[in-house]
Every structure is written in C-alpha cells, then in structure tokens.
C-alpha cells in the first residue's frame, strides 16, 4: 500500500476483554515497529519485526501483550484481558531494512484503544 | 541504555519568525543516528530530518534544520518561517547503531504558530 495502515483507528472495549490491534505496513517494508504513546507522552517501544520473526519484544509490559507477524507482512498486537491502563494509542511503524537507514520509519495513524 | 530529553513543553512563535526545539540524549554509543518527527492533531507520526553522528555537516531539509552539537550530546531542530501548519508536537529520536536499531523518543515539545 501507499502508507502504514493501522486498524481500526479507535476501539473501545471493556475491562478484562480481548482485542487485537492490526498493522498493514508498506509493501516490501521488512521491519516493523510497535510502538504505545500514552496522552502526553512520546512513543515507548513495544515489539520490532525483521520478517517473520520478532527481533525485539523487549518493550512488551508483560505477558497480556503479544504480536505476531506470521507472513513478514501485516502485523497484529494481541492484548489480553484488558485493563484501563492499557488506554492509549497504538502506533505501527515500519522501513524497508533492518532500521539503519536515514530515511526514517513511516508511521501508520494509530489505534486510540479505550479500556472502560 | 538512551535517553532522551526534551525539556520545553510548550513553546510559541510568530508566524514567519524561526523556532528552535530543544533535544539533549545520553548514550554511551560513539556512533547513533537521531531523527525528528512532526506530530499533528491527526495523531501521524511524519518524518522530518535525520543526522547521523558522524555526519560532518548539520542536516538541512527545507525549513528544517538540525542544530548538531556532538560534544554537548544535544540536537537542536530549527525551524525557519514558521508556518500556521507547523503547529503540532514535535518528537526526536535517537537509535543506536547496532542491537536492534530501534529508536527511543522523547517526551515531545508542543509548537504553537500564531498569525
């Protein structure tokens, strides 16, 4: 695609629920990124792919949260049994190598999760 | 492991006057490449300039340009002829040149043009 599509652009759901948050980054792009950015905050990092696999899952809060990226395409973070601090958006990145390059990483519009 | 920091929250310009954001990192690494993004009320993430540590000039895009000092570990964005469509949050970044290559980002300077 044209750019880093995320959906769905806003979900909210109810404490102690189940939801998945997907990212369709940049045809050919091999790295991605997740990212959380908490209102007035900058992004914290969650999870890097490079292909298939991921990388780096060091950013994960704990056991509730997982990703995965079965095709080395389109990504998607798994939250389990919600809480209210979970809130925040969601923001997909990705780049065409391993991250080293100069051009930056394209970002999707992110997913505003809403834990009630 | 890095840190960066940003230590204006806010800041406000005339418009068509220039304007400098304020980013200071800590690292250990001798070579890093830092990046600024542009955050809008759209909630985008849009890449502005990049500069690598060991670049020998200061990067220039456009308006943009980045006041690097190596020494000072601080990396500066300057804005010139501030445009009403530059408000927005302001991010930089630092990644580390080797592990995983991925970038850590401050806490974001607001920016406010005024007319």
């Known amino acids: 695609g044209a750019g880093v599509s995320q959906t769905p652009s806003n979900k909210v759901t109810e404490k102690g629920k189940y939801v998945e948050l997907r990212c369709d980054p940049i045809?050919?792009?091999?790295?991605l990124y997740w990212y959380r950015q908490s209102l007035g905050q900058g992004p914290e990092f969650l999870i890097y792919f490079q292909g298939t696999g991921a990388a780096d899952d060091s950013g994960l809060p704990n056991d509730r949260f997982f990703a995965v990226r079965p095709e080395g395409s389109v990504s998607t973070l798994k939250i389990q049994r919600t809480e209210r601090g979970d809130s925040a958006v969601y923001l997909c990145?990705?780049?065409?190598?391993?991250?080293?390059?100069?051009?930056?990483?394209?970002f999707g519009s992110g997913t505003r999760l809403t834990v009630v | 492991a890095q840190k960066i920091t940003q230590t204006q929250p806010g800041m406000f310009v005339q418009e068509k006057e220039a304007v400098t954001l304020d980013c200071t990192y800590d690292?250990?690494?001798?070579?890093?490449?830092l990046f600024w993004y542009k955050q809008p009320s759209s909630g985008e993430m849009i890449f502005l300039i990049y500069?690598?540590?060991?670049?020998?000039q200061n990067a220039t895009e456009g308006r943009y340009s980045l006041n690097f000092q190596k020494a000072r570990k601080s990396a500066n964005l300057v804005i010139s002829a501030s445009q009403l469509g530059d408000s927005a949050m302001y991010f930089c970044?630092?990644?580390?040149?080797?592990?995983?290559?991925?970038?850590?980002f401050g806490r974001g300077t607001s920016l406010i043009v005024h007319p």
């Open positions: 970044a630092m990644r580390p040149r080797g592990g995983s290559y991925i970038p850590t």
């Open positions: 045809s050919g792009h091999t790295a």
């Open positions: 990145a990705s780049s065409p190598n391993t991250g080293q390059g100069r051009d930056g990483y394209t």
């Open positions: 500069q690598g540590s060991y670049d020998e």
């Open positions: 690292t250990s690494d001798q070579s890093y490449g």
